[in-house]
């Protein structure tokens, strides 16, 4: 089938990349149903995969998904670990009108991608480090270009394109939990397939921050989506 090529998935990481214009372009409370689906379109090839090589992927996808919940409500409620925000209506529908609905599949995506990574690593300190370094670096990409689009909103702006340098801290701890549940359930490490959801995430947020002129996390989802891609395509 076709989406066993490895190329399909650069090829439409490409093809995500020039879409994103038409995202910043357009982008409108009233397109939020659209961005639901195409939240949902992204995580489908990462939860796909891992349940071929898992039985307990969708354990995994669950428990990190609940984990998801319970760490932006938090934030929302108490501005802790990321500093104060506040969804828009851009995210689509929300839980008593606080956390997206769909949150759990923008996050545990990026999760098991970088968990592809960490798990190629010897030691259990390198496991977390790689592992927590791809989600802030996911982070730096995604942020800039959410809150530029309006799609929520911090308290007090500043440090990095708008973002507060604490929501990164905060990034460092999620990312530890994550990856810490994460590799409760998965100990072996995982075909290269299951990064396939970061690499379109990356790709398409990549081409967002382009259209919206900001040009260091440009330059940084850049070499990373370059980086990433290769990985993909190389033989083992």
Same mark, same amino acid.
């Not at 490895?6 to 995500?16: A, D, M, Q, R, T």
């Not at 689906?37 to 992927?57: C, V």
């Given at each position: !089938?076709?989406?066993?090529?490895?190329?399909?998935?650069?090829? /439409?990481?490409?093809?995500?990349?020039?879409?994103?214009?038409?995202?910043?372009?357009?982008?409108?409370?009233?397109?939020?149903?659209?961005?639901?689906?195409?939240?949902?379109?992204?995580?489908?090839?990462?939860?796909?995969?891992?349940?071929?090589?898992?039985?307990?992927?969708?354990?995994?996808?669950?428990?990190? *998904?609940?984990?998801?919940?319970?760490?932006?409500?938090?934030?929302?409620?108490?501005?802790?670990?990321?500093?104060?925000?506040?969804?828009?209506?851009?995210?689509?529908?929300?839980?008593?009108?606080?956390?997206?609905?769909? /949150?759990?599949?923008?996050?545990?995506? /990026?999760?098991?991608?970088?968990?592809?990574?960490?798990?190629?690593?010897?030691?259990?300190?390198?496991?977390?480090?790689?592992?927590?370094?791809?989600?802030?670096?996911?982070?730096?990409?995604?942020?800039?270009?959410?809150?530029?689009? *309006?799609?929520?909103?911090?308290?007090?702006?500043?440090?990095?394109? *708008?973002?507060?340098?604490?929501?990164?801290?905060?990034?460092?701890?999620?990312?530890?939990?994550? !990856?810490?549940?994460?590799?409760?359930?998965?100990?072996?490490? /995982?075909?290269?397939?299951?990064?396939?959801?970061?690499?379109?995430?990356?790709?398409?947020?990549?081409?967002?921050?382009?259209?919206?002129?900001?040009?260091?996390?440009? !330059?940084?989802?850049?070499?990373?989506?370059?980086?990433?891609?290769?990985?993909?395509?190389?033989?083992?």
């Amino acid at each position: !089938m076709v989406w066993r090529s490895k190329l399909v998935w650069p090829v /439409l990481g490409s093809f995500l990349f020039f879409a994103s214009y038409f995202t910043v372009r357009f982008i409108e409370p009233s397109l939020a149903t659209v961005s639901a689906i195409s939240i949902t379109f992204f995580a489908l090839p990462s939860f796909y995969f891992l349940q071929k090589e898992n039985k307990k992927a969708w354990l995994i996808i669950l428990i990190i *998904g609940l984990f998801a919940y319970l760490i932006e409500t938090i934030g929302i409620l108490t501005g802790f670990p990321y500093s104060p925000f506040v969804y828009s209506d851009l995210i689509g529908p929300k839980w008593f009108g606080v956390t997206p609905v769909f /949150l759990p599949l923008a996050f545990v995506p /990026l999760v098991i991608g970088a968990g592809y990574f960490a798990l190629k690593q010897k030691t259990v300190l390198k496991k977390y480090l790689v592992g927590i370094g791809i989600l802030v670096l996911a982070d730096l990409i995604l942020d800039p270009a959410a809150v530029a689009l *309006g799609i929520w909103i911090w308290e007090w702006q500043g440090g990095f394109y *708008g973002v507060p340098w604490v929501n990164f801290l905060g990034w460092i701890l999620s990312g530890a939990i994550s !990856m810490w549940l994460f590799f409760q359930f998965q100990k072996q490490p /995982l075909q290269k397939e299951t990064t396939t959801s970061l690499l379109l995430i990356l790709w398409f947020w990549t081409g967002a921050t382009l259209w919206l002129s900001l040009w260091i996390p440009f !330059m940084i989802g850049l070499v990373f989506s370059g980086v990433l891609t290769y990985e993909f395509l190389k033989k083992e």
